[in-house]
């Protein structure tokens, strides 16, 4: 059987433009089995899954779960739960963290300030400098994040310990290995362990890194495609120095972003979805698909 990330991997599909998107993250310690949908088939109660899913899609975040590295047991008795919550807002980043003996207090959170960016936590949550790297390693939505992002984590968990973790579904399966960098939400795709441990040892001095670069989750696709090219053209290392404060459809398939730089330069950059050819499953076990790229003109500084 061919994975669907070897021959991802083997007809160049482009990783600019595919992250999840998502302004902010809220991140729950759940052990123990994960079904595809994690949210609402683990041992978190289906029904607060459910609700935090619907209060996070509503205010422009993401909720994931996440597990230890190693083995992680099938508990069914209470255990307290941790639990982080991330702003991904270029210059506005911020990263919560702390411990919850019953999850369902995540739904006292004020997600309307969390969707405008405000570092809204609760009570006896504190600023973490460290930055978390979530690794998809959920093997009941796709075969290559089991393989492949368990491999990644078991070749880092010794290097940053405590600060890898297995997560849940994060898109883009053919593209595995897959992994998220909280808080500033940069996503990667077909990382190896040293591409992995540069991205935390970099992100510690606010510095970017390219290789395996999806997109960063605050904006949109072609935003996120946008701002990659941009980061190409320039060589720019700075993680928070790029912004993309305008995303405007000329088409269906078509945009203009513009990608703005801290320093006060910005660009235009022209974005065009396009069909991948030839067909290729986008999942193990899924039928041949023409899924999206975004591609985005060489921008020209204004």
């Not at 599909?13 to 089995?33: C, D, K, M, N, R």
């Not at 790229?293 to 500084?301: K, T």
Request: glycine content about 10%; hydrophobic content about 40%.
């Amino acid at each position: 059987m061919t994975l669907c990330s070897d021959l991802g991997r083997q007809l160049g599909e482009p990783l600019a433009g595919t992250a999840p998107v998502a302004s902010w993250w809220l991140v729950v310690e759940q052990p123990g089995p994960w079904g595809a949908k994690a949210l609402t088939q683990s041992h978190l109660d289906p029904a607060l899954g459910a609700e935090l899913d619907a209060a996070a899609g509503a205010h422009g975040g993401r909720v994931a779960l996440v597990r230890r590295p190693r083995r992680h047991p099938d508990t069914h008795y209470p255990a307290a739960h941790r639990v982080w919550l991330a702003g991904t807002t270029p210059g506005a980043t911020f990263l919560l963290g702390g411990w919850l003996p019953d999850p369902s207090a995540l739904l006292s959170l004020d997600f309307a300030a969390l969707g405008s960016g405000a570092p809204a936590g609760l009570d006896g949550f504190q600023p973490e400098a460290e930055p978390l790297l979530l690794v998809c390693t959920n093997g009941r939505r796709d075969l290559c994040c089991a393989v492949k992002g368990r491999a990644l984590v078991a070749g880092l968990r010794d290097d940053v310990l405590g600060r890898v973790w297995e997560t849940t579904h994060l898109g883009g399966h053919r593209f595995a290995p897959t992994a998220v960098l909280l808080p500033h939400g940069v996503v990667y795709g077909r990382l190896d362990d040293k591409q992995a441990l540069l991205l935390v040892e970099s992100a510690r001095d606010g510095h970017f890194v390219a290789d395996g670069y999806r997109g960063r989750s605050t904006f949109s696709r072609p935003g996120q495609a946008a701002e990659a090219t941009v980061r190409r053209q320039l060589g720019d290392t700075g993680l928070d120095d790029l912004h993309v404060p305008a995303v405007t459809p000329v088409s269906d398939a078509a945009w203009h972003a513009v990608v703005a730089h801290r320093d006060g330069r910005s660009w235009t950059v022209a974005v065009r979805a396009e069909e991948q050819q030839p067909p290729r499953p986008e999942s193990c076990g899924k039928a041949p698909a023409t899924p999206i790229a975004y591609r985005a003109d060489v921008p020209v500084p204004q």
